[in-house]
């Protein structure tokens, strides 16, 4: 259904990735500014930890921070909903050590291919190696972070636009990426109709229909 190399090692370090290839329900809470105490607790009780830096001021330097105060494998999976899906920014966060990363908005297949090269190390990718603290906050988990992080990166992209419904097979077929989820307070205001009138509900039937059939998991963000 998604991603994963053939020497992958299972269970996978990403709790929320590993329990997607389990199909089990996948949980998470939203941390919106710094707080080195919240993300440590909730690292306990959740399986990914969604940071969001599309609609907060949080800097990549405070999620840095927050990841090296609990680091290492046996928690919730760091992630960063991305205020874009530019090459710069997908390095900051894949090298301060997040395992996943969502991308609001794609509008198109371009988009979210670059969401998933630059996710992901050669040769499936095009992640440069850099001097980051990705790999000193993954030390403990087994096979080292550079060979293991290819697998254990998830990678998600949001349709929330018209256009994106209308490129919904092309986007939910990108190699690499492994979750499609259904933005519906955008997709009602860009669609102009709300979330029970029927046009509205067929949309939804088209992003769920392109995403199973691409074999990739949907998921549907009810707001």
Aim: with cysteine.
């Amino acid at each position: 259904k998604s991603y994963l190399s053939a020497n992958a090692r299972r269970p996978l370090y990403n709790q929320a990735k590993e329990k997607l290839f389990q199909d089990k329900q996948v949980t998470s809470v939203t941390i919106g500014s710094f707080n080195p105490d919240q993300y440590c607790e909730a690292r306990k009780h959740w399986d990914y930890i969604w940071f969001e830096m599309q609609h907060s001021t949080m800097s990549f330097n405070e999620v840095q921070r927050m990841i090296g105060a609990c680091p290492g494998p046996g928690g919730g999976a760091p992630m960063i909903r991305m205020p874009d899906a530019l090459e710069a920014n997908i390095q900051k966060a894949t090298d301060l050590g997040v395992l996943g990363i969502i991308v609001p908005t794609v509008d198109d297949a371009l988009e979210a291919r670059d969401t998933a090269r630059f996710s992901r190390y050669p040769p499936f990718g095009r992640r440069s190696s850099g001097a980051g603290t990705a790999a000193g906050f993954w030390t403990a988990v087994p096979g080292g972070y550079r060979q293991t992080i290819n697998d254990n990166f998830l990678t998600v992209v949001m349709l929330e636009t018209l256009e994106s419904i209308i490129n919904a097979d092309e986007i939910a077929n990108t190699f690499g990426l492994d979750v499609v989820i259904q933005g519906n307070s955008d997709l009602s205001q860009f669609s102009g109709w709300s979330q029970t009138d029927e046009r509205y509900l067929q949309l939804l039937t088209i992003s769920r229909n392109a995403t199973l059939k691409a074999g990739k998991y949907w998921g549907n963000a009810g707001q």
